[in-house]
């Protein structure tokens, strides 16, 4: 069955480093482009990032351009987030999706990974 | 990368209709098809509900309906059930390559 599931969460100083990862399964990893979605605690949702199914391009919401970095392991099924210069807002729950550029959705989500930046 | 416009709340009774609106700009809503909304109730992942402005995926009750018309997208909850009470969020594809959430619209079920 179709299924995303997040790893990596954690408690993490002002200014350091996490890095999470989501492993896929049920479905052709390498053929779909995949995202990274984030909810601060009692808002809303928040895209961060998508990545295409090659790895060669990469999107970026502007608040976390030039801090955090989005990849992928197609072999491994598995794609991750690093985060670098973490702040206090960067608290949330990080979900990770599946997702379809062309239609504009994401279809498959996990149930997401909690980073607390205190 | 402005989020959309959502009402923050709407409410109705069993059997009624609500509307939620979501509200973009020539660069989002209003440049594509790629509106899609999602369901959350509380302490879950989000569902996807409504894709590509209309279409429904398998198994969403077609008591979920989307339109567009311009840059503002709605989702329309005909015969309104206990089990829909829970936040929606819109979404949209914008001329950057990036995506745009709103804010989201808690329904409640009076």
């Known amino acids: 069955q179709l299924q995303m599931v997040e790893s990596g969460e954690g408690l993490v100083k002002p200014g350091g480093s996490l890095r999470l990862s989501c492993t896929a399964s049920?479905?052709?990893?390498?053929?779909?482009?995949m995202t990274w979605i984030r909810q601060a605690p009692g808002k809303g949702l928040e895209w961060v990032a998508h990545?295409?199914?090659?790895?060669?391009?990469?999107y970026y919401a502007d608040s976390v351009r030039g801090r955090f970095a989005i990849s992928r392991d197609n072999a491994k099924k598995i794609v991750y987030l690093q985060m670098n210069s973490l702040r206090g807002e960067d608290t949330a729950v990080y979900y990770c999706?599946?997702?379809?550029?062309?239609?504009?959705?994401?279809?498959?989500w996990g149930k997401g990974a909690t980073v607390i930046v205190s | 990368q402005s989020a959309l416009t959502q009402p923050p709340s709407v409410s109705g009774s069993p059997g009624q209709s609500v509307t939620i609106s979501c509200t973009g700009t020539?660069?989002?809503?209003?440049?594509?098809?790629?509106v899609s909304w999602y369901q959350q109730s509380p302490g879950t992942a989000p569902k996807l509900i409504i894709y590509?402005?209309?279409n429904r995926p398998s198994g969403v009750p077609d008591r979920f309906s989307g339109a567009k018309s311009g840059n503002t997208a709605s989702l329309t909850i005909s015969g309104l059930q206990a089990e829909d009470e829970a936040d929606y969020y819109c979404?949209?594809?914008?001329?950057?390559?990036?995506?745009?959430f709103g804010g989201g619209t808690k329904v409640t079920v009076l």
């Open positions: 999706a599946r997702v379809y550029v062309v239609g504009g959705y994401m279809d498959v």
């Open positions: 049920g479905f052709t990893f390498r053929d779909n482009y």
């Open positions: 990545i295409s199914s090659s790895n060669k391009s990469a």
């Open positions: 020539n660069s989002d809503i209003g440049a594509y098809n790629r």
């Open positions: 590509e402005v209309r």
């Open positions: 979404s949209s594809y914008t001329i950057s390559n990036t995506f745009v």
